[in-house]
């Protein structure tokens, strides 16, 4: 079955601290892989997205960037945190075809301070 | 571009009343795909349903059913006698297809009480 892990889930940073969120998918081959951030109380914006290993397309100017070093993980970092930075980041995939409906790990709970 | 409208920020009703969450939809491409997707408390966001837009056949799913009008670009969601367990934050997204990228609603917080 396909599974998606992110890790950790929750972190409390410091403004100007680096940041790195992994996720990992399982039992699938070539995904699209998504990152998405949820502001309290919003809907979700999506930050970034890759086909394939090495390709990463940026949604939105910010201070986040991502990385696909393999075929199913995707890390999303930033070297200096901002206060702004703050919220809820979930990573997706699609399975199959990326028509399909996109499946979300358990997010990661993040608080800059 | 795409846009996503869920004009419900907040529903609350009790247990056992049907509830509707609206859904309305901007786009320009003839190909889409549109989605729900509930968000429970503990943030995970959970895949419902998907519609794509040259199938306009309503859906039913248990207590779930959803109405797709292309005429009014809406893409509602019924419940179907309330419960408990429904209490989450529901969201509506469009996807063109093209690298599977979804457009987001702001989502419907739905409290249903005992």
């Known amino acids: 079955s396909q599974t998606i892990h992110q890790w950790p889930a929750t972190l409390v940073q410091p403004v100007g601290s680096p940041l790195s969120l992994e996720c990992t998918v399982e039992?699938?081959?070539?995904?699209?892989l998504y990152w998405y951030r949820q502001a309290a109380g919003r809907g979700l914006q999506l930050l970034f997205y890759s086909v394939g290993i090495g390709q990463i397309s940026s949604e939105v100017p910010q201070n986040l960037s991502a990385s696909r070093p393999q075929d199913r993980q995707f890390i999303l970092s930033s070297k200096k945190l901002l206060l702004s930075d703050s919220g809820f980041y979930l990573c997706a995939f699609n399975r199959d075809r990326p028509t399909n409906e996109q499946f979300f790990g358990p997010g990661t709970r993040l608080t800059v301070l | 571009a795409q846009k996503v409208t869920q004009a419900q920020t907040e529903i609350s009703v009790v247990e056992k009343e049907d509830v509707t969450l609206d859904c309305v939809y901007e786009?320009?491409?003839?190909?889409?795909?549109l989605f729900w997707y509930k968000q429970p408390p503990s943030g995970e966001l959970v895949f419902l349903i998907r519609?794509?837009?040259?199938?306009?056949q309503n859906e039913i799913s248990g207590r779930y059913s959803w109405n797709f009008q292309k005429s009014t670009s809406s893409f509602n969601f019924t419940i179907t006698a309330s419960q408990v367990v429904d209490s989450a934050v529901y969201f509506c997204?469009?996807?063109?297809?093209?690298?599977?990228?979804?457009?987001f609603g702001d989502g419907t917080t739905l409290t249903v009480k005992p």
């Open positions: 519609r794509n837009s040259f199938d306009e």
């Open positions: 786009t320009r491409d003839t190909t889409y795909y």
């Open positions: 997204a469009l996807s063109d297809g093209n690298a599977g990228k979804s457009t």
């Open positions: 039992g699938t081959s070539n995904p699209n």
